[in-house]
């Protein structure tokens, strides 16, 4: 089952901040956050992933609570493209060796409008 | 860099039949893995390869299985085609070095059991 809690859905107006947040409350010391986004019928896209720092990229940035039991992902100036649905996960970092597969939620449907 | 790409797009099958899916990962990346994404449901983890071994898979039948070839692409095979097999098969593929191994994704193939 996946460790994280999104909402079902939102809106968010073209050109303003998205801000999507997951609930982990279960986290691990040795976990990190990902976010992933897919856009209708097309594989996952890779956005960011953080461990307690806050993190930014060209695409977004995330921000991880102090005690690491949520997270923020942000799109700075969402754009109609950006609609997708929107994924949180949550996996171990095993120094030296692969985390194995992700664990998919229902994730949170961004719709950007005009 | 060239992404994770998958052949063919979309294959149609008949019920009972075989089908064979590819998957070639970002170079350098050694990690395969294999997801199905039914229509209206989540992304259901179903094979890892790594270094040209199993190494875990998930919840399905033995009539899913695979392969991983010694340039580190992969096939996906499902035998005795059912309807319900129907999906979206989607692979990502990773690198186990320094750091955490972010998965990317390929744009899927579609198939349809008729």
């Known amino acids: 089952d996946a460790k994280t809690t999104q909402p079902p859905s939102m809106d968010c107006a073209e050109g303003r901040a998205a801000n999507l947040p997951c609930n982990h409350s279960?986290?691990?010391?040795?976990?990190?956050v990902y976010w992933y986004r897919q856009i209708h019928s097309q594989g996952p896209q890779y956005i960011i992933h953080g461990l307690k720092n806050n993190e930014t990229n060209e695409m977004a940035s995330l921000i991880i609570t102090e005690d690491r039991k949520s997270s923020t992902l942000i799109l700075p100036h969402a754009t109609l493209r950006d609609t997708a649905v929107y994924y949180c996960?949550?996996?171990?970092?095993?120094?030296?060796?692969?985390?194995?597969?992700?664990?998919f939620g229902k994730g949170t449907k961004l719709s950007v409008k005009p | 860099e060239a992404g994770v790409t998958q052949s063919p797009t979309h294959l149609i099958k008949t019920r009972g039949q075989q089908a064979t899916l590819r998957c070639s990962p970002i170079?350098?990346?050694?990690?395969v893995y294999w997801y199905q994404q039914a229509l209206g449901l989540g992304l259901q983890f179903l094979l890892w390869?790594?270094?040209?071994?199993?190494?875990n898979r998930g919840n399905f039948p033995p009539r899913f299985s695979g392969r991983q070839f010694p340039n580190y692409s992969s096939e996906l095979n499902v035998n005795a085609l059912e309807l319900e097999d129907s999906a979206l098969y989607l692979c990502a593929s990773s690198s186990r070095l320094g750091g955490p191994d972010t998965q990317y994704f390929g744009p899927g193939t579609r198939l349809t059991v008729l």
């Open positions: 279960t986290i691990s010391g040795n976990e990190y």
């Open positions: 996960i949550v996996r171990p970092f095993n120094y030296g060796g692969s985390q194995g597969n992700l664990i």
């Open positions: 170079s350098g990346h050694t990690s």
């Open positions: 390869y790594d270094e040209g071994e199993e190494r």
